[in-house]
């Protein structure tokens, strides 16, 4: 049996009763069987990705499979970024290349790791897919490749292969290909990045199954394109299609898994749940078939956010040492959003919700907090912060003019607040969660060393009208979050009266305007013609402006094309102004 933490759920399908889209016809002219490793692993912790690989190994060989694979970096875990530049790293990743191998119980295997080049020039590693018999790695292919954008900075480390070909394994020809490398023919803002297409070679050596591991982030959208694209590379060379994806978080990115099997004919056979740890063992088999796929239909966008989120802070918490996270309740739909995430990752029990309420804080927003905290479960602190207030007042009067009533004064609260959570997180050795969305970090509504403090800010990727989309969600699977969390007009509550509204538009047009300049949403999807060019300029102006803050701020957990972080790379110092 596979250890607890695996959590590895096994699958056998038989391609002739898996039916396929009603009304078309799948065809599979291969005899062989596969098995397609969607594992969680964690970076450099070499000990356990190895023992995941054993024991995935050990019941696909039970299970009589020809060749189990594996995604890409599987031994080193993935990214693993500038750990890829100390020697010792790279020699413990390729040990564990040679140990995997000789342990292999499976009659082949594909296994992702790094290999060290021997030449003087370019870069001294490859990133591999390696093909493993008999105990020793029979051939390996390189990723031709290498993604440099967004979060990916693969160039830095890899050096790309010049050329992939075919290899015969079970009397099939077969191609061995990295992530990116399914991704030539993908139109990146109206234009191809890559000039040249690895898999186009292997389709002139007639290959029949093409295996592409990968680590795939998530973002909203992905998964389906992915699907897409591996349908149409299938049929376009008419090759079987196998891509195993990893699953699991890595700080900011989370990998939603989704491996599938694709026939020649550009339908998809079989496709692994998202977000969750499985191996699909396939009989690839000579027959037809036809009707409905049945087994692992994708979430919904929203549903898929979820998963991401909660799959995120608990990996980012499990593989950091945390056992417990600490959420400030301040009563509104942010904080209301996050300790439910946190709940559903971590269990109830490992969650402390604390409010903090100020002279200007409402009753309703207090016991809205108390009324979550009781729905989830969670254990619950009132912790009020008048004393703490005056104190600071009554030491910066001498100092500072007007301190009370002014913006000097609001922050104070925010960053009295943000002390509170971390001495209660120093005090059990937990994570303070941020629960700051896109649309604050993105307009600098936000407070540094207050409601910007904490370990990781898991809706910073999450624009407020979908934060509200996802407490809606919530409430319709479980009503956890009361209502009038949910109606209440948004508001800090750090001054008498104050709502959002008075520094910021409505979120629903802030949120359309953030769209077009974070996330390069077209004009024709989101059309800005109702936006007056004044506060075009003043949204433009506040994102600028608000890049030293985001700079400081705790990592997020990346679901959109464009988040903040590793992925945006905006000067801080910097005059141009944007129209």
């Not at 031709?144 to 010049?162: G, T």
């Not at 690895?198 to 959208?221: D, Q, T």
């Not at 909660?310 to 509104?332: N, P």
């Not at 946190?342 to 309703?364: H, K």
Request: overall charge neutral; aromatic content about 6%; charged content about 25%.
């Amino acid at each position: 049996m596979l250890p607890i933490y695996c959590q590895i759920v096994f699958l056998i399908i038989v391609i002739e009763s898996i039916p396929c889209i009603k009304g078309d016809i799948a065809v599979l002219s291969l005899s062989m069987r596969i098995a397609l490793a969607q594992l969680n692993y964690t970076i450099g912790d070499f000990s356990n990705n190895l023992e995941k690989i054993r024991q995935a190994d050990k019941e696909a060989a039970g299970r009589k499979a020809d060749i189990i694979v594996f995604s890409e970096l599987a031994l080193t875990g993935y990214p693993p970024r500038d750990l890829l530049e100390d020697p010792m790293f790279v020699a413990e990743a390729e040990k564990a290349l040679f140990e995997s191998a000789q342990t292999f119980q499976t009659p082949w295997a594909v296994l992702g790791g790094i290999r060290s080049r021997i030449a003087s020039t370019g870069r001294p590693l490859e990133n591999c897919a390696f093909l493993i018999s008999g105990g020793k790695v029979k051939a390996h292919r390189a990723k031709s490749l290498l993604p440099s954008y967004d979060v990916f900075d693969e160039e830095r480390y890899f050096e790309p292969a010049r050329q992939n070909r075919a290899l015969t394994v079970l009397g099939k020809k077969i191609g061995l290909t990295v992530c990116e490398d399914l991704w030539a023919d993908y139109y990146y803002g109206g234009h191809k990045r890559y000039s040249r297409d690895p898999i186009m070679s292997l389709a002139g050596s007639k290959v029949e199954l093409l295996f592409n591991i990968s680590a795939s982030p998530f973002e909203r959208g992905k998964g389906m394109l992915r699907d897409r694209l591996a349908a149409e590379t299938a049929k376009k060379y008419n090759m079987a299609v196998a891509l195993v994806n990893q699953v699991g978080g890595n700080d900011e990115l989370v990998f939603d898994g989704r491996s599938l099997l694709v026939s020649e004919t550009g339908h998809i056979i079989a496709r692994a749940p998202e977000f969750e740890e499985e191996i699909l063992v396939l009989d690839l088999d000579s027959g037809q078939t036809s009707g409905e796929i049945k087994n692992n239909l994708p979430l919904s966008d929203i549903e898929s956010v979820q998963k991401a989120l909660v799959c995120g802070i608990r990996d980012y918490c499990r593989k950091c040492g945390f056992k417990s996270v600490v959420v400030g309740l301040s009563g509104g739909i942010d904080s209301a959003v996050t300790v439910v995430l946190a709940s559903e990752a971590l269990g109830p029990s490992n969650v402390l919700g604390v409010t903090m309420p100020s002279p200007y804080s409402s009753r309703g927003s207090v016991e809205d907090s108390r009324i979550l905290a009781r729905n989830l479960g969670i254990r619950f602190i009132e912790a009020p912060i008048e004393k703490q207030l005056n104190a600071f007042r009554n030491g910066l009067l001498e100092h500072l003019d007007h301190v009370e009533k002014t913006l000097v004064e609001e922050n104070l609260q925010a960053r009295i607040r943000g002390t509170i959570l971390m001495a209660f997180a120093n005090a059990e050795r937990s994570l303070v969660l941020a629960t700051g969305n896109k649309s604050e970090l993105a307009t600098g509504y936000c407070t540094l060393y207050g409601d910007m403090a904490g370990g990781l800010a898991p809706l910073s990727d999450l624009f407020k009208t979908s934060v509200y989309e996802l407490a809606n969600l919530i409430n319709r699977q479980k009503n956890v979050i009361p209502t009038a969390i949910i109606q209440k007009a948004p508001s800090a509550e750090l001054s008498p009266g104050q709502k959002d509204t008075d520094t910021l538009p409505p979120y629903e047009v802030l949120d359309r305007i953030l769209s077009v300049y974070l996330d390069k949403v077209s004009a024709s999807e989101e059309p800005l013609d109702d936006v007056t060019d004044q506060l075009l300029t003043k949204i433009a102006s506040m994102l600028d402006s608000a890049e030293y803050k985001r700079r400081q701020a705790p990592p997020g957990l990346k679901i959109s094309s464009k988040a903040f972080g590793s992925g945006r790379r905006v000067p801080i110092a910097q005059k141009y102004k944007r129209r």
